[in-house]
């Protein structure tokens, strides 16, 4: 029997998913497990949509079907935890599994804590990320980077600080730092990103650390919950997936790897908050960029933080409609909503038609915060500064005023 | 437990609105579309949308949808099937034109359709009736740009696509407000000025685009020849023109030369310092690359291909064209407008711009329709709004497909007195428009996410349109509308099933178009036309290496400017010009119908100038009376600084608003109407 905390290696024993199975296959083998058991009733996943950059969201309930799902897809930059929000009604109908990477974990505890979804009824299995890279960027830096024909690539990873591609008739690496040096790799907030192994997660599953005989053959996996020692021990028990005590030597190298790619990110937050400038300078540039905004709503849209049902930008006391360049307090009213539980998943900025870095600046904001008042969002259940904020009188004066502003639903969801 | 778990399924497809064709995922559950998710893959927005694309889901399944055809009997439209529809179609048309001939008819295709629509409609009605009387509303928008650039360059369409401008040293965006009308095209520009590249902008108006720009020139409405002849005779004067290019590449030079001989000084007309005339005239022909992007700003005016053409002038006369980061790029307006003239809904061209008047050309398409020789037309047929004009007489049954004229086209209240003149109108949209009152029979259409098929995008590249959802009700899918048509006429050649059918009979009579297979267009990348055959990658930059004329040669043309038809005067002072807000499309059938954009702007407005309202007494958000010779609309004041004085800013998407006002004069080479300028009236409402 596990339990929490413990570190495994882990593979598949099962026939049809060690076919396709990459690293041994371990969380296709625990998803399967997961159906079977009932564990779930659905598992969120991502498959190849028209090629190896195209990543899109699949539902799966029957096992069979797992074998569609893409393995690692690096250059798929879905957000999956407000997918559940927006269209299966949270997990009120569905008990979900689903593949996370770090800014996923995070989605899902910040939309729990504003009761969008219930952790206890999803199974998160964390996966390793040290970044992803937007689907039209990474072909326009293999074609120039690379000197490949995108479209003849058909695989590609991140290991040991490489960007590699297979394609036929060979293979090539590029060190990330250096695409990034020239204006390609990861996405902005990926490179800030300090999320690299989702303990938050039931299980947080890669392959850092994997070495000796099992290298390249089996899943490392570590226990971070009740929840996920079940799964595995579950999974054990049902004789499709076999696991053994990791290698100490790999263990330790599973820490560099982490610390190593933590100190990368801390390098690029001090990069990119220094480059905002101070005081007065950063909110001038802050003013200057967002006066391009042409009010298309999709950083709300897309934002795991917002959930009300009546967003307050749309109130025409705060915010004038229908006009350009939007009145700042558009932008005002994201980050007093937002920035204390932001938790630097990039999809405002990806999405962002007037390329405003808005991920940049919510997550500088963020940071600030952190260090004020030692909030940090995304690990666990703790609610944001804002949930304490003078509850009862807040709640008393929205009952008087019949507001619809955001306190509202934090504690009590208004049903669509 | 778990009875019924929800299903997610993404259909990657094109935005329905504007001529940029973002790519953007339908999210379909239980046959209906229940959001847009973006479509990172698209390399044309990488998953961006603006207000427009992201809610385009929302009008799909609208209650008022049309679901059955509807047939006129006394005052009242009675629900109809479709057999009795087709029989009362068939027979009105067939009569007409037996009894009157082809002339007697009038098809009006849209630009909001997929291809496959656009290029049955005009193969129905030339096979059918043997017609030219075939247009499509790219008349009211680039008619000028492919009249003009047709002179030109031997081509009407954009030169470079949209992403190029990164690679320019300097974007100038002339009467185009792309921030708000083409939005994700304004991202590249966005992107262009992050790289520091840099962008000026001319308009009339302190625009959101002219925001963006490094430089913002303002200049009086409709003076676009002056500035340009202007700034030629600087570039000559200084001898900064590229003289090789002229040489090698052009002919006309001389005529250009002396034309603008005349110009310069232009203050007088365009209201710009002649010195700030040579700085930007030194900054344009001292780019390495510069790229020109124009919109309606220089085409909808009765100088429209004139404006055009001086745009080509400008590119010609500095080398900017045939390489990357140059060009003359109109922003088309509509998803389709590039789409439904390349699939031939025009009066004197097949799909591909195959002339009519040619014989050869002629016997080739009677070959691949299957047609008698000799007889297909070789007449030019009537324009869109003059087949509006010719309604009654000798136009007696007309066609329109999803289109509003009532709304779209100016002087509505002519529109509604001509349209009232025919005997016969068939209406096919997706909702009760305006101009469906004024028709016999109404058909209900099926809406971009109910069909497969193609839009062209204004950068040539053809995007696919996937089905996501069935079409509601007993609605159908246009193509097939004309299919059975067609089959119940005793037509052969339209039996169509799919709309790759369609596309595949256009592939096989359209030379240009010969390559682009849908199975090409299966990657998001897709291909831009021209593609002559299969192993042909496309064209993205037209006019490399020579021009796409007879003789491989450009065409200097020696323009003189002329006034707008009608100017403001002592009775009607201000000058009004039209335009778009980026909350709407068009006359809103669509837009109107998701919830936010009706919330962003549910009223039209009009921009007036602040000292222009002081006089008038005029206070912000005030409503206003505005009086045209043609008509009046009451609206509400916006008083900015934005406008200079006496000139006022209108959208056009509102019913009984910008075109009660607008003039319908035509520019008398592309027949466009002047909807850009007009002179008005403006009163204040006193109360009661």
Known sequence: ?416 | MSAEIPTLTYVPTTCPYCGVGCGLNLVVQDGKCVGVEPYKRSPINEGKLCPKGATCWEFVHSPDRLTTPLIKKGDKFEKASWDEAFDLIAKKFKETSDKLGPKSLGFQVSCRTVNEDCYAMQKWARVAFKTNNIDNCARICHGPSVAGLSLCFGSGAATNPFEDVLNSDLIVLWGSNAVEAHPLAARRVIQAKKKGIKVVVLDPRYSPTARLADKWIRFNPSTHIALANSMMYWIIREGLEDKEFVKKRTKGFEDLKKTVEKYADVESITGVPTEKVKEFAREYANAKSAVIIYCLGITELTTGTDNVRSMGNLSMLTGNIGRPGTGVNPLRGQNNVQGACDMGAYPNVYSGYQKCEVADIRASMEKSWGMPAGSLPDWYGVTLTEQINQCGDPIKAMYILGLNPVVSYPDSNHVKASLEKLDFLVVQDIFWTETCEFADVVLPGACFAEKDGTFTSGERRVNRVRKAVDAPGESKIDYLVFAELAQRMGLKGFDWKTGKDVWDDMRACTPSMRGVTYEKMEKPESVHWPCPAEDHPGTPILHCEKFACADGLGNFFGIEYRPPAEVADKDYPYTLMTGRVIFHYHTRTQTDRCEVLHYEVPESYIQINTQDAKELGIKNGEKIKVRSRRGETITKARVTDDLAPKVLYMAMHFDKGANNLTNTALDPLSKMPELKHCAVAVEKIREA
């Open chain 1, 1 to 416: 029997m596990t339990k929490k905390g413990d570190m495994l290696y882990a593979w598949t024993t099962d026939a049809e998913i060690q076919k396709k199975a990459e690293l041994g296959g371990a969380v296709t083998a625990l998803w399967k497990y997961a159906l079977e058991s009932k564990a779930v009733d659905a598992i969120l996943a991502v498959t190849k949509g028209v090629d190896l950059y195209d990543a899109k969201p699949v539902i799966i309930t029957d096992p069979k079907d797992l074998a569609k799902t893409a393995g690692s897809l690096h250059c798929g930059t879905l957000l999956m935890p407000k997918l559940i929000k927006k269209y299966l009604g949270g997990t009120k109908h569905t008990k979900i599994g689903v593949t996370v990477k770090g800014c996923d974990a995070m989605a899902f505890y910040e939309l729990a804590k504003r009761k969008q979804l219930d952790l206890d009824r999803i199974i998160m299995i964390g996966v390793n990320c040290g970044g992803s890279v937007s689907p039209v960027i990474a072909r326009k830096m293999i074609a120039e980077k690379y000197g490949v024909d995108p479209n003849v690539v058909h695989k590609e990873e991140i290991d040991k600080g490489q960007f590699i591609i297979e394609y036929e008739g060979g293979h090539k690496g590029i060190s990330v730092d250096e695409l990034e040096e020239a204006g390609f790799g990861r996405r902005s907030n990926c490179r800030r990103c300090k999320m690299k192994i989702p303990r938050q997660a039931d299980l947080a599953c890669g392959n850092w650390g994997v070495i000796g005989p099992k290298a390249g053959k089996a899943t490392f996996v570590e226990v971070c919950s009740e929840k996920g020692a079940a799964l595995l021990d579950g999974a054990v028990k049902k004789g499709i997936l076999a696991t053994e005590a990791p290698n100490p030597k790999g263990i330790e190298i599973r820490g560099k790897v982490e610390g190593a790619m933590l100190k990368l990110g801390d390098k690029w937050r001090k990069k990119d908050f220094e480059g905002l400038g101070d005081g007065k300078d950063r909110l001038n540039k802050i003013m200057s960029e967002t006066s391009r905004c042409i009010k298309c709503y999709q950083c709300i849209d897309q934002c795991p933080i917002c959930y009300c049902v009546d967003c307050t930008t749309k109130n025409p006391v705060y915010v004038p409609p229908g006009e350009l360049p939007v009145n700042f307090m558009f932008h005002l009213i994201r980050y007093a909503h937002i920035a204390d539980s932001c938790v630097n998943c990039g999809q405002c900025e990806e999405v962002c038609p007037a390329e405003i870095p808005n991920a940049l600046f919510m997550h500088a904001q963020q940071v600030e915060l952190e260090k004020m008042f030692g909030h940090v969002p995304g690990l666990d259940m703790e609610l944001p500064l804002h949930a304490f904020v003078e509850e009862k009188a807040e709640r008393a004066r929205l009952a008087n005023t019949h507001s619809d502003m955001i306190y509202e639903n934090v504690f009590n969801p208004v049903p669509k």
